[in-house]
């Protein structure tokens, strides 16, 4: 049996060990502030559910096992200064930007990138925490100490969010999942829908940019790639060396989900193409208390991650696919009826999506 350290313990490493059950690869999860220290087989691979860590005994243990796959990627995707330099240097499009250093002020930012700027903390930013809008029009600041601490992108003017997934194994082999529809409102990910027909013709060019990404970087495992859609190209927003939001449909829409992708890989297991079953769509349960009349609902498949209940956190998600959209698109509604006031757009924009 194989066995396979995930550092951190969220819901990511928890849907990484449910999906290594039926191939019987022991994942294991750790809380990197665990009190006891795993212990690590040789034989062992080690990857990671989040982006960066803290040094603690438990992140010190598992840097240190030769089999943690990767391992110089994280820190290079992490930072945000050195993700942008590494899409530049791939010549991979991507919003314009700079890094506010010290000698730069709110002028010199709009001198470069114009009237609208979104700076983003350099690292530990996520579900659009870590971001400050700067706008000419309303004199905005840049915040207190965020000097060094962050860079500033043009404000880009997107016709829509899209994701690409892909997997690449230890032989170089890679496979990508279909362009994923993505609906971010305040920065945070409401809802996804995939396969969508009419953007299926950025598939190549999207596979193009990830798959260069996957060799220069020597990646096993899985990585997604967030872009924005701007007519017929495509412009890429960030990427995240990890199983990802966007890919969570996966594990109803197609005969292997992300988490089994980077199972596999990770495990030394071959990454063949998956077979997409049909139309799928992801709703996030955002905030939202536990509902178990969601459970009542024919075609939904519920994840329910077990944190505590937060405003804007993240805590569950539902998947729906069938090749009847209709029918999707009315168990939807039934959904809509036992989610908050704020989910009406999301739905909406699911249900006009549908293809
Ligand atoms: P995630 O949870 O996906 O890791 P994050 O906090 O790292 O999010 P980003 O993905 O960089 O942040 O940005 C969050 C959202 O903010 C994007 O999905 C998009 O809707 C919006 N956004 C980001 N960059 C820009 C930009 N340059 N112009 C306009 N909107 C942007
Ligand atoms: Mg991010
Ligand atoms: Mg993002």
Redesign the pocket.
Known sequence: MSKIWVLGDGQLGAMLRHAGMPLDVEVCPIDINADVLPELSPEDKVTAEREQWPSTPVTQALEQHPNFLNRLVFPKLADRVTQKQLLDDLDLST?PWMVVSDGVDEASIHQQLGDNV?L?RRSG???????HWLRSCNNDKIPADWHNHAIA????NFDE?VSLIGARDIKGNVVFFPITLNL?TD???MATVAPVDRIAHLQAEAERMLGKLLESLDYVGVLAM?AFRLGDSLMI??L?PRVHNTGHWTQAGSSISQFEYHVRAVAGYPTIPAQIKAPSVMINLIGTPWDERWLAIEGAEVYWYGKDHRPGRKLGHINFCSSDTAQISSQLDQLKDLLPEQYQPAIQWVQTNLT
Request: proline content about 0%; aromatic content about 4%; glycine content about 18%.
């Open positions: 919003a979104l983003k930013g996520y579900d659009g925490r870590g971001q992108e043009q404000a880009i969010e971010n920065g945070i990910l967030e927003n960030e995240a």
